[in-house]
């Protein structure tokens, strides 16, 4: 049964970059058979994705996030994590990471849905 | 303002069936059949309860159904129990540049 487990601080300072990490067990991230994702969610509101990545390293980002998001992945420690610079109260949220079941099709990747969540961290940001 | 259109509550009374829509375009839910839903229990994560528009990933009950008409998907929820209220999430890939899409959410209240 796989499990995904985020870990990070719970407190960031605006202006700064939230990090966070999210470990895997019981299945490989090497195995190529699926994208890990982030996604997150405000206080009292909707999910929001935010981006996902490849055992290979590649990545695609939510456009509205795009300019702020890294993700990034280290197979050897089956793990894979989020760098959210220049944070503002609007991105205090719960966040998740997830495992993301893909097809291949002639337009590229496309991911059909997320099947594995973490059970989510609450970050705040605030001075 | 979610890129899918979700009512923000339905109830029903146990036994009764309830739906749910997930109103998009024809660039994500109307254009292709990868529409989720999800069930959130209050401070818990998501969990995916319909994928592909109509299949239920093993071990959610054949009481959870999904369906697609034009550019709304639907899940529908018959002989409703006490432990299906939550809220519920659609999700769809879409053509445009933002490749996900969730719905806003709708919260199940059971009488």
């Known amino acids: 049964q796989v499990q995904l487990q985020e870990s990070g601080p719970g407190l960031v300072k605006p202006s700064q970059t939230l990090s966070l990490t999210c470990t895997v067990s019981?299945?490989?991230?090497?195995?190529?058979?699926?994208?890990w994702s982030w996604i997150r969610q405000p206080p009292g509101k909707g999910l929001e994705w935010i981006g996902y990545?490849?055992?290979?390293?590649?990545?695609y980002y939510n456009p509205s996030l795009k300019s702020r998001v890294t993700i990034s992945v280290d197979t050897s420690k089956n793990q894979f994590s989020l760098k959210l610079s220049s944070v503002t109260a609007a991105d205090t949220a719960v966040y998740y990471c997830?495992?993301?079941?893909?097809?291949?099709?002639?337009?590229?990747?496309?991911?059909?849905?997320?099947?594995?969540w973490g059970q989510g961290t609450l970050v705040t940001v605030s001075s | 303002q979610s890129a899918l259109t979700q009512p923000a509550s339905v109830s029903g009374s146990p036994g009764q069936s309830i739906t749910i829509s997930c109103t998009g375009t024809?660039?994500?839910?109307?254009?292709?059949?990868?529409v989720s839903w999800y069930q959130q229990h209050p401070g818990k994560a998501p969990k995916l309860m319909i994928y592909?528009?109509?299949n239920r990933p093993s071990g959610v009950p054949d009481r959870f159904s999904g369906s697609k008409s034009g550019n709304t998907a639907s899940l529908t929820i018959s002989g409703l129990q006490a432990e299906d209220e939550a809220d519920y999430y659609c999700?769809?890939?879409?053509?445009?540049?933002?490749?996900?899409?969730f719905g806003g959410g709708t919260k199940l209240t059971v009488l």
């Open positions: 999700s769809s890939y879409t053509s445009s540049s933002t490749l996900v899409v």
């Open positions: 997830a495992r993301a079941q893909y097809m291949i099709t002639f337009g590229g990747v496309i991911v059909r849905d997320f099947d594995y």
């Open positions: 024809s660039s994500d839910v109307g254009g292709y059949n990868y």
């Open positions: 592909e528009v109509s």
């Open positions: 019981g299945g490989s991230i090497s195995s190529g058979d699926y994208y």
């Open positions: 990545i490849y055992y290979s390293g590649s990545t």
